[in-house]
């Protein structure tokens, strides 16, 4: 099977069933945005050790492929991804995450060890993605259904990066206004 297929070299891509939409439309943007997403977390994969939060970032890029499959699927041929339980799940995570940290009380600048950065890094293009995905709605409606899962995923990266810098003893840089 060749990569190439010269079918979108008229400026046009074919979104999930039969609707060809140009590559300028916003639900590419979502759809590049959770592409973008799921290869920081590949990033974030490539630089953990074995263990639970490596084995979520795995899952996470599973679900990203699954809220982008729901996202393109303008006929709405495709079963409805679990996108509840996948809320629910980030949070249990987050909550076991937390019990180990000490309680937040400023803002913290993004930063710390490679991981804890590329968590960081991973969460500001998720909250774009986010933003893209509530742009999108109004000609989408089904990507209404992801802005949960996108905003929960954005918690759970920020508590990763201070999970992943603790557990490197590394100190969080607090915000102090110049």
């Given at each position: ?70 996202a393109a699927d303008v006929d709405h041929r495709l079963d409805r991804p679990a996108f509840g339980h996948m809320v629910q799940e980030l ?88």
């Amino acid at each position: 099977m060749k990569i190439y297929t010269r079918s979108g070299d008229d400026g046009e891509t074919g979104l999930y069933g039969d609707q060809r939409v140009t590559k300028s439309d916003e639900i590419l943007d979502v759809l590049g945005g959770l592409d973008e997403l799921s290869s920081w977390l590949g990033i974030c994969i490539a630089q953990s050790d074995p263990g639970r939060t490596k084995t979520v970032m795995q899952q996470i890029q599973h679900w990203l492929f699954d809220a982008g499959a729901w996202a393109a699927d303008v006929d709405h041929r495709l079963d409805r991804p679990a996108f509840g339980h996948m809320v629910q799940e980030l949070e249990a995570s987050i909550d076991q995450m937390t019990a180990d940290l000490p309680e937040l009380r400023a803002f913290i600048l993004p930063g710390g060890g490679k991981l804890g950065s590329s968590l960081h890094a991973s969460r500001a293009v998720c909250r774009r993605v986010e933003r893209e995905v509530s742009r999108a709605v109004h000609n989408y409606s089904q990507c209404s259904e992801l802005i949960p899962l996108l905003n929960r995923l954005s918690d759970w990266l920020f508590t990763a990066a201070r999970h992943s810098n603790a557990a490197e003893g590394i100190a969080e840089q607090e915000w102090k206004q110049q």
